[in-house]
């Protein structure tokens, strides 16, 4: 199969054209270099696959890459919560402009055959449910209460404790971050495409992503990154909240085989969600603990507090995942999180924005 793959060069679109070239498949690299992610040059373990720099905005470009394409996996994106407001014109643009015109491309190519990387931070808050009310959709969490300690969201009926469910794929959809508005509009703009087109799209739904080739010292990088620069550095890792906000951490190499079972398992003509994730709910304070143990490092400091896109609970159901793509991690996080000690991340962006 011949594969366009946008964001080839990135932490995740890495893996992914690695293994597609394992397999046999022809890649179709190209890449941004995006200065949030990179120091400006091409990674050494890009280089193989000889990817284009350009930009998934450009059609003319497009144009001439999905020439004899059969499938396009589509990693680009800009990553991270952001900074502030200001982000959101460049999450915008990169983000969801960029799919649009991606997918315009594909129309006039007749490449009919998209896997998506998108996100859970499209639920907002996970699945919760109320002794005395069954599943609920919690509100929002208070200001008031974040600053009181008390982080865990409560029934919007009666104000009771609620328990964190496992989070289909049909859960409702509710982003609290500029990231996660455009990672949901990417999928609405991609699920349009296939109803005008007959096209087939599965849109994978990562959960908390980690690994080697994870760019370190940088605003935009995930949790586990952030946790190891800080023992590097001989500090302890900065837990917020309690510590006990539940994640599901999935490798990026299970990540990787996630997109080529998805090439591999033909879609309808729709767009179908499924969650890419380990199915081994752990919280955060266990993956600085772990992480601080495996390192020899200091312990992790829980400071409260928490960022205002930031959600408690939200860990992934992946029955969906392994019905439909016969998908399941291999990668277990105490596995994972001990080689991702030494594992080699991406240098730091040159530019700080």
């Known amino acids: 199969m011949r594969v366009l793959l946008t964001g080839a060069a990135g932490f995740?679109?890495?893996?992914?054209?690695?293994?597609?070239?394992?397999?046999g498949h022809e890649v179709v690299?190209?890449?941004?270099?995006?200065?949030?992610?990179?120091?400006g040059e091409l990674p050494e373990w890009s280089r193989r696959h000889a990817p284009v720099i350009g930009d998934v905005r450009d059609p003319d470009l497009l144009d001439r890459l999905l020439y004899g394409v059969d499938a396009v996996c589509h990693q680009a994106a800009m990553v991270g919560h952001g900074l502030d407001p200001a982000d959101?014109?460049?999450?915008?643009?990169?983000?969801?402009?960029?799919?649009?015109?991606?997918?315009?491309?594909?129309?006039?190519?007749g490449v009919t055959r998209l896997v998506l990387a998108s996100s859970m931070v499209v639920y907002g808050e996970g699945r919760y449910s109320c002794a005395g009310h069954g599943v609920v959709r919690p509100a929002p969490r208070r200001s008031a209460d974040l600053a009181a300690g008390r982080y865990d969201p409560t029934c919007p009926h009666c104000g009771g404790t609620l328990a964190p469910e496992l989070v289909p794929e049909d859960a409702p959809l509710e982003p609290r971050s500029t990231y996660a508005a455009t990672k949901l509009a990417q999928e609405h703009l991609a699920g349009a495409w296939a109803r005008q087109t007959g096209g087939g799209v599965w849109a994978l739904r990562y959960h908390n992503?980690?690994?080697?080739?994870?760019?370190?010292?940088?605003?935009?990088?995930?949790?586990?990154?952030?946790?190891?620069?800080?023992?590097?550095g001989g500090r302890p890792p900065r837990v917020l909240e309690d510590g006990r906000q539940r994640r599901d951490f999935v490798h990026v190499t299970d990540v990787a085989r996630a997109n080529l079972c998805?090439?591999?398992t033909p879609p309808p003509a729709d767009l179908v969600p499924v969650n890419v994730c380990s199915g081994e709910p752990r919280t955060v304070g266990d993956l600085a603990a772990t992480l601080a143990a495996t390192m020899g490092g200091p312990?992790?400091?829980?400071?409260?507090?928490?960022?205002s896109a930031d959600v408690r609970h939200v860990v992934a159901d992946p029955r969906r995942a392994a019905?439909?793509?016969?998908?399941?991690?291999?990668?277990?996080?105490?596995?994972?999180?001990?080689?991702?000690?030494?594992?080699?991340?991406?240098?730091?962006?040159?530019?700080?924005?």
């Open 12 to 23: 995740i679109g890495s893996h992914v054209a690695d293994l597609l070239a394992t397999r």
């Open 29 to 39: 690299a190209v890449d941004a270099l995006l200065p949030e992610a990179h120091d």
């Open 88 to 109: 959101a014109p460049a999450y915008a643009s990169h983000n969801d402009l960029g799919t649009a015109v991606l997918l315009a491309a594909m129309h006039r190519a």
């Open 209 to 232: 992503v980690y690994g080697p080739r994870m760019p370190r010292d940088t605003p935009y990088a995930g949790v586990a990154s952030i946790f190891r620069s800080a023992l590097a």
């Open 262 to 264: 998805a090439l591999d």
């Open 299 to 307: 312990a992790p400091e829980v400071v409260g507090g928490a960022r």
């Open 323 to 353: 019905e439909l793509l016969g998908y399941s991690a291999r990668v277990g996080f105490a596995e994972g999180v001990a080689a991702f000690a030494t594992d080699p991340l991406r240098e730091p962006a040159a530019v700080a924005v």
